[in-house]
């Protein structure tokens, strides 16, 4: 079955870097986009990036210059680099893939800025 798990989150000071990663299984991880989500307290889930099969990554324009979206298909795992974070940037982070018409997603990992 299609498992997604995510680590990589925790505590972290504004302006500071955190690297997360989705480790992916149970499908052809090569050939399907991926994309990270989060979820900031009392909102709705919203994308933060997402990458193509092909390797070519999209950020929402607040993001823009300060996440990375990447990934390694020999090791079925996408990435997310952040850097520069802000307060506003504390929320759950998801990972996220449709295959054929169905959304999976990861338990999340929690991402926290504050000094």
């Known amino acids: 079955q299609v498992q997604l798990v995510e680590s990589g989150g925790g505590l972290v000071q504004p302006g500071g870097s955190l690297s997360l990663s989705c480790a992916a299984s149970?499908?052809?991880?090569?050939?399907?986009?991926m994309g990270w989500y989060r979820q900031l307290p009392g909102n709705p889930r919203e994308l933060v990036a997402a990458i193509t099969a092909g390797g070519n990554g999209n950020y929402v324009e607040s993001m823009k210059g300060r996440f990375t979206i990447s990934r390694d298909n020999a090791k079925s795992t996408v990435y997310l680099q952040m850097n520069s974070l802000k307060p506003e940037d504390t929320a759950v982070y998801y990972c996220h893939v449709r295959i054929l018409g169905s959304d999976y997603w990861g338990r999340g990992t929690q991402v926290t800025v504050s000094s």
């Open positions: 149970g499908f052809t991880f090569a050939i399907y986009s």
